[in-house]
């Protein structure tokens, strides 16, 4: 069994649901605090469950304090090199640091950080990237080089008897991240938090992540994930939640809508399945609602669903479970939704 890390009031392994994370973008600076708090209420409605911030100096830890202080969700401090970062961030309230021990400096360092953390039982998570291995393993194929640093970081851990870590192996390459956190596994019990490094823009993030994770959760790998993605963090939740949903890791609304063609008598691809979707998003009931573009198709093409949408001119009709059971117009079809997923 792969041991529970408690992060705040979320817990990574040990049988708990696979969770999802993101990286603010924004500096932690003063003047970003009000924009970051906002930001996290808006993910934390999408399913947000962590987050994490670079901190590269002493002027973020005042922001991260404030932003500890009101957060909505665990905070996790991003942390290169400085061990007086990691400490200043224990203070500063961080429900986990993203810290290599190997990274810090002298066994002093080391030691007053993994006190500090065992303090305030603060975890930490050890992440290995593919574009910062240390360099006295750049000799070896990537995958074994992440590894064999992963394993020197476990051994500094176990050496002081620290072992509330969660851990991360990710390359850009997905079949070679599999790889890595598979061989970990194998050999560790730590919880993993996967990811593709460095995944590009939406797209190709997407089918990278989704061929890394798909694989992965469904072999039982993978406590927590982030879609690394060159654009928002509510982009890398909504990715991260659609994965997890789509391997049968995350439960909460679906929706199916049809990709239009010639038929259509009704925007089934563009804005308003973009408005059902963001509907869907603000909703954790276990319902699927399919928006489809035509009557010729449509209801057949959405009869599993708890309730379908096709257009037919100007007007919207609504089946449950493929029976005709409303009709309206464009104009009120999305409150008349909201109020049937309300009553769902
Ligand atoms: S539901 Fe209608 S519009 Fe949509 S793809 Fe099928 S036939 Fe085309």
């Known amino acids: 069994m792969v041991r529970c890390v408690s992060v705040g009031d979320v817990k990574i392994g040990g049988g708990a649901p696979v969770s999802v994370q993101t990286m603010g973008k924004l500096p932690l600076r003063r003047e970003n605090t009000e924009a970051l708090l906002s930001e996290m209420r808006e993910l934390k409605t999408l399913g947000c469950r962590l987050i994490r911030f670079a901190v590269p100096d002493e002027e973020s ?63 930490i998570r050890v992440g290995i990237n593919g574009g910062s291995l240390p360099v006295h393993l750049r000799e070896l194929d990537k995958v074994s080089a992440a590894l064999e640093a992963a394993g020197e970081e476990a051994d500094i851990l176990e050496k002081y008897g620290f072992r509330n870590a969660v851990f991360s192996l990710k390359l850009s390459d997905p079949q070679k991240t599999v790889e890595a956190n598979r061989r970990f596994r194998k050999q560790w019990d730590y919880p993993l938090h996967i990811g593709v490094t460095e995944a590009g823009p939406l797209i190709p993030s997407v089918i990278r992540s989704t061929l890394a994770f798909s694989t992965l959760l469904n072999e039982g790998i993978g406590e927590t994930v982030r879609v690394s993605v ?3 963090c509510r982009d890398e939740v909504m990715c991260g939640i659609e994965i997890l949903r789509a391997c049968g890791k995350g439960g909460g609304p679906r929706l199916v809508s049809c990709p239009k063609c010639g038929r259509a008598r009704f925007d089934s691809d563009n ?13 954790d009931k276990p319902i699927t609602v399919a ?7 449509g209801p057949l093409e959405a009869a599993d669903a708890d309730i379908g949408l096709t257009g037919a001119g100007n007007a919207i009709l609504f089946y449950k479970k493929g ?7 464009k104009a009120n079809a999305l409150s008349l939704l909201t ?6």
């Open 271 to 283: 804005r308003f399945a973009a408005q059902v979707q963001e509907l869907l998003y603000r909703c």
């Open 291 to 297: 928006v489809m573009g035509c009557e010729v198709n």
């Open 61 to 123: 830890l005042e922001p991260l304090r404030i932003i500890c202080a009101a957060a909505v969700m665990p905070v996790v401090a991003d942390i290169h090199f400085d061990y007086r970062l990691a400490l200043g961030a224990v203070k500063a309230g961080v429900a986990k640091i993203r810290i290599n021990p190997g990274n810090i400096g002298g066994e002093e360092r080391v030691a007053a950080v993994l006190q500090a953390c065992a303090d305030a039982g603060v975890p």
């Open 339 to 344: 109020e049937e997923i309300e009553k769902f």
């Open 230 to 232: 060159s654009g928002s």
């Open 323 to 329: 029976r005709l059971y409303k009709k309206t117009d």
